[in-house]
């Protein structure tokens, strides 16, 4: 079966610009989640969503870092302003209702130059 | 001080050799976490722990709850374990949430 997809799977943007991205859990997953991996350094919690419950934003470092989930479907990350600190790779994962295993994503490299 | 704690950072062995990487952690945690990324960046899950031993393959994790340790072993170590190994725990303040902070992973290399 299809695992959790991401979209692009490199990014270069120049510093100022906007940038969307995309992940695609596996179907039936509830829980989604969006991670940080900046180059040299561990995985960084940025942002949950579970079903229809008020996500957990705990995570995201600036209000320039948005992200959005219609119910079980398609996430997008924004981060708008791109800043060169933002460069890494941003990694999506999702879980199963019956499983506290998280299934990741091949990570979408973002460079802002 | 970092939550989770992995030691070694780097790890080089001849293949066969048994492998051990140790993670500490300080908070209370629900679950910890055993992950492995490829050099290509994919990260695969490989333990779920919250208490005792799990074995899959020439893989072992266990966990001791009262000392907040866990080690991630590999019997008869294969070049094709080379990756980086990274902890991971599920504090128990975050409940509901079920996020995870991560160690800064272990990187093994496994030399033919």
Redesign the interface.
């Known amino acids: 079966g299809a695992g959790v997809s991401q979209s692009p799977s490199n990014k270069v943007t120049e510093k100022g610009k906007d940038v969307e991205l995309r992940c695609d859990p596996i179907s039936g997953h509830t829980a989604l989640y969006w991670y940080r991996q900046r180059l040299g350094q561990g995985l960084e919690f940025l942002i949950y969503f579970q079903g229809n419950s008020a996500p957990d934003k705990s995570g995201l470092p600036s209000d320039r870092f948005s992200a959005e989930r219609t119910g079980e479907s398609v996430s997008t990350l924004t981060i708008q302003r791109t800043q060169q600190e933002d460069s890494a790779v941003y990694l999506c994962a999702s879980r199963g209702q019956a499983t506290y295993e998280q299934y990741f994503g091949p990570g979408t490299r973002l460079t802002v130059t | 001080k970092n939550e989770v704690e992995q030691s070694p950072q780097n790890l080089t062995a001849q293949e066969g050799e048994f492998i051990t990487i140790n993670c500490s952690y300080s908070v209370g945690i629900s679950?910890l976490?055993w992950?492995q990324q490829h050099p290509?960046?994919?990260?695969?899950?490989l333990f779920?722990l919250s208490s005792g031993k799990k074995k899959h393959g020439r893989l072992i994790a266990t966990i001791n709850i009262q000392e907040k340790h866990s080690s991630l072993h590999i019997t008869a170590s294969h070049p094709r374990d080379s990756a980086v190994y990274?902890c991971?725990v599920?504090s128990r303040l975050d409940f509901g949430?079920?996020?995870?902070?991560?160690?800064?992973?272990t990187r093994l290399t496994i030399i033919p």
């Open positions: 679950a976490h992950l290509g960046g994919g990260i695969v899950s779920m990274i991971a599920r949430n079920e996020k995870l902070t991560f160690g800064t992973g």
